[in-house]
């Protein structure tokens, strides 16, 4: 980005007026709509309520109308200065819908939330072309040389969030505002359309050179194509047929009573269903199913016996664990006969749950099936995960339904076994680059034999799930103790960095606001904000605040500072004589219980000595002082918790395997990383779906990275972060641990040496994909 232009910024800021100003004329436009569409139904209506409802709404909006129009442009012009400020305008778009979100939704706030992304929908649809130009410009005006269309303050999503801002101000029912907003966001499209039209052909007539999209190649050719587009362009004669069918299928999903809509999804989580009890047509297809596929019965769920079902779960589960020697010798066969057989095996999963599908009795139960249906599909399709994990949790899409028909709390209960057992599954699994990776065949034979009694018990409850998590963790747990010990000595040792270093920035500041720090050379200031600051630190966290020890490195601050001025120590030249010896035997006692390098301490007394020899040469010719050229006057400031680069003793470094980098690297060069513990571990294989983590951004307890060490790409989880955020553990799945600074984080960040491979929990993801799925079904069977 480079800065623009005098006359690129007043244009810039121009056309932002307005843009503003012109909010006015387009809300009348958006009222005038909304009055043509419910006196239209107000013509239609029968029921005199309905009419009554009508008639009020055109009152309210007569009387509303001079303040909407007035409101709209202020609402706009603090909108494109900065977000809106208002938490009641935050709306859900499709992308930033979260599953465990709805059941703390309420019916109103969903209908809004279906209400705005349908609108931001048909606003893009209809300003599309508009604004790809306009985009184009406004980057240009920001000096800005790709387009980046998130910079361009007039974009629809903040038309729309004002707009939402402006209409709930509004004293009107909540249900007529809704009614208001449906409208003018279908209308809105088109008011915006000729806007970024002519604001586009303004600018080019004020000679605006437009930015150029970012080409990126496409996979598998030599081609390049737009970044920021995307268009697809079909034939003249097939657009409307294929626009009919559209409709036609939107209509028959519409009426379709078991269409997972986000309405229907916040209803299923919160209970309301179960609480309706409303008969569904499945119930006769389950007749049906009974009769013509008889055969198949045992893929059906079957009714508990007499005897209780939690007391036959465990007796199943011993029976079939005993079978695990025959699944083995089935399994090996299996694998000599290859694809077929897995294809046979999806066939019989298909089935099953087909079956399961036919035997639901209500709409709780056909949603919830959906849903399960819906997450196990985003599970199995997910890129991080390798192809026999998802296999695995497909062959679990069975049992999982059985359990969502009895106990829906499997999608509102995060600690639910059902739920925790697929986490466990999947996020342990992404330790593991690929299928060759040492210890993936060990822990997937594992898995595969815990969970496999799931797919043939009946599941009528919790239960066998609970099981079988608990038998995997159990397991776990006990390979995980052999790593404990280091791991938890790395934690110890990086607490009691970050605790010191808390301490040795309180004192720190208490040296820099010190009335002779001012006058000293920035060498001395450095040192002893520095490093000695750590030693007071150390000092009191040993022996307390009056020990012996840190009253003594706490007086030779002072010492430091009075034989360092250049004025101060010149009037005393015998006082420093004496001083300088016990000085430099403190300064060694001190640095050496921090373990400070030896190299860096006789760097530092070098330093000090050319200083006090000015002093005293200065004294024997009778001249003022003056602080050599290499020294000048303190100017640093050392924060190094604020900095997220708090220092690691050498000891501390060496038990938690601490990656330190250059201080100053080249621009441009990739930065180095050696960790002789992983120097067994398996490299990872760089993987498309890896994310791009921003400099700075919070990484989430328990996710997975990549990290180049020693020139390969090594796979390991973030296990422990420091309270303040200064200090990060990583532990691989062969226990060995790389700890870091916040700072040396975002430098290998930024240099493309330290990527996501997932941050949020597969399963929390998987269902947040259910919620998005469930709003785009609202917006089809809306539009």
Known sequence: MTVPSPHYAALYQATIEDAASGGQAIMGKLVAAVRKSVQERLGSARDYREREVHEDSLKLLHAQEPELRLQYPQALLAAFSGPVSSPKTTVLSMAEVQFDQLELMDEVQVQESVTMA?????????????????????CATLGLATVRPERNPLRPDVYLQALKLVVERTPVPAAMRLDWLTTMGVALGAELRELYTRLAARMRLEGVVAAGYAVVPTPGTGVGKAASTNVSHGTPGSTEREAQIAAELRTRRAADPALLTLDRLRKLLSGELDAQGTPHRVAAFAQQFAREFEGEALLAPQAPQDGGFAATVPAAFEALTEMKQVDRVVQRLEQRRGAPVRMAQAGAVQLACEAIRRSASGVAQALSLEVVNLMVDNIARDPRLLVPVQELVRSLEPALMRLALVDPRVFTDKAHAARGLVQEITHRSLAFATEQTTGFAGFYQEVRDAVAPLTEVDVQGPEPFEIVLAQLRASWDAAAKAQEASRAQAMQALQKAEQRNLLAEKIAREIDSHPDAAQVPEVVITFLCGPWAQVVAQARLQGGTGSSAADKYQALISAMLWSAHPELARTNVAKLTRLVPLLISTLREGLEIIRYPATKTSVFLEALMGLH??????????????????APLHVHKTRPVEDGDPWVAPEEARESNFIELPEE????????????????????????????????????LGSWVELMTNGEWVRTQLTWASPHGTLFLFTSVYGTTQSMTRRTHDKLVAAGQLRMISGQPVVDGALDAVAQQAMRNSLDSTL
């Open 613 to 630: 020899q000015q002093v005293f040469r200065s004294a024997t010719k009778a001249e003022p002082a003056v602080p050599p050229v290499d």
């Open 118 to 138: 349908r609108a931001q929908q048909m606003a893009m649809l209809a300003a599309e072309a508009s604004l790809t130009e306009l985009n184009t410009l406004i």
């Open 665 to 700: 690297p080249e621009a441009g060069a990739p930065v180095a990383v050696t960790d002789t513990a992983a120097a067994g571990a398996q490299p990872a294989v760089p993987m498309p779906a890896a994310g791009t983590l921003a400099s700075g951004a919070v990484l989430p």
